[in-house]
Each structure stands twice: as structure tokens, then as C-alpha cells.
């Protein structure tokens, strides 16, 4: 059974830095598109960034390009998320995700097999 355990949130002034991890478990990921989706209150979920598990050809949306960096560390079946300059607007629920087959709908969330529960990030003004 695949079980993606997200970690790291919290609270953080704006202008910080956090980084969250998510554990992966219960399969091997080579072919998975692992990845970070988020969800403020009142809007969809929305596509942060991804990375190829094997290769690692990385993803990011145009919002957060430059500010985070997603990276991997096989041995562990570890994915990071590290999170600099926050602006108050990255709020939300963060969520880990993965996806076989290399698909070019890795942003997509209804293509999405497996979702971790989430990890709050709040950025304070």
C-alpha cells in the first residue's frame, strides 16, 4: 500500500524559508512523477512543483520558480520541498503527490494517484 507522509509545515513570517519532506513508502517510485500540489482555503488545488524519480527531470510553476527547489534523495524514499522568500500568498495546504508512467498531465490533480493528508504552511505578513 503506497503511503506518502508529508512533514515540515508551519508557521513562518514572510521573506522565510521552510522545507517540508515527504516520505514515500510501500513501492518503488522509478517511473513515478512525485510531486507538490497546494490548496488555500476557498480555491482548487493547484500544481507547485514535481520531479521524475528516476532521471530527475523537475517541474515548477511559474509562481514559485526561483523561490523553491524540490529535490530527492532515493536511499530514502525522501522528496523535499524547500520553500524560501514566502510571500503570505503560498497559504495553504501542501500536499504530496505521485503518479505513474511519466505522464504529461503531472499537473493536473485529477491525474494524480496517490495524495499524501497534507501539511499546513502559513505565511504571516
Known amino acids: 500500500q503506497v503511503q506518502l507522509v508529508e512533514s515540515g509545515g508551519g508557521l513562518v513570517q514572510a521573506g522565510g524559508s521552510l522545507r517540508l519532506s515527504c516520505a514515500a513508502s510501500?513501492?518503488?517510485?522509478?517511473?513515478?512523477?512525485i510531486g507538490w500540489f497546494r490548496q488555500a482555503p476557498g480555491k482548487e488545488r493547484e500544481f507547485v512543483v514535481g520531479?521524475?524519480?528516476?532521471?530527475?527531470?523537475?517541474y515548477y510553476a511559474e509562481s514559485v520558480k526561483g523561490r523553491f527547489t524540490i529535490s530527492r534523495d532515493n536511499a530514502k524514499n525522501t522528496v523535499y520541498l524547500q520553500m524560501n522568500s514566502l510571500k503570505p500568498e503560498d497559504t495553504a495546504v501542501y500536499y504530496c503527490?505521485?503518479?505513474?508512467?511519466?505522464?504529461?498531465?503531472?499537473?493536473?490533480?485529477?491525474?494524480?494517484?496517490?495524495w499524501g493528508k497534507g501539511t499546513l504552511v502559513t505565511v504571516s505578513s
Open positions: 503527490s505521485a503518479q505513474a508512467g511519466y505522464k504529461s498531465t503531472y499537473a493536473n490533480p485529477r491525474s494524480i494517484d496517490y
Open positions: 510501500g513501492r518503488t517510485f522509478s517511473g513515478y512523477t
Open positions: 520531479v521524475r524519480w528516476s532521471g530527475g527531470t523537475t
